[in-house]
């Protein structure tokens, strides 16, 4: 038989077993949640740079198609967005296409340099909390630092992606360059 203090040790050690399992699956479906996010993200962000060198390589009607293929071929994002940024100065120099093109390029730039955080950064999860931790720099770095998301955070930008691939659509069938 069980004295009344072992009785209250068992329990204790069941309660601090439930915990664990119920801290273990928060962490698990918080983390199987960023997961989910970040890996729409990176196909969004894909497309996107897909789109913008199809739209590029078909400036000028395919004018310099085959040079710009190769020239874009091997360059990234931001190489992009300053070939784009150049070729509407060239083209439009003075109407509304320049502001329009320039706030899609800014919120292109955006996205960007956030994608290069999430991407190059390592995540931790603090369930208690619902958030995801996004760490840049190693840890023996004075310039490490954190930027902590909700799910509904990181959903809001991916949809901020994707809203980008539509802007761009339509400044392309709008404003072609």
Partial sequence: MFTDEERKSVFICEHLVLMEIKMTAEHNQLEQQAATILGLMLFEYSRLDMELGLFLVWSDEGQQLEWLTKKLTNQNLSARLRLLEKLVQEKYAGSPAVDLYAAWLNDAHAIRLLRNQLFHGRWGFIPIQQLVANVIG????????????????????????????????????????
């Fill in 138 to 177: 190693l840890p023996t770095s004075p310039e490490q630092s954190e930027t902590r998301y909700s799910i509904d955070q990181l959903g809001a930008s991916l949809e901020s992606m994707r809203m980008l691939r539509v802007r761009l659509s339509d400044l392309r069938k709008k404003w072609p360059v």
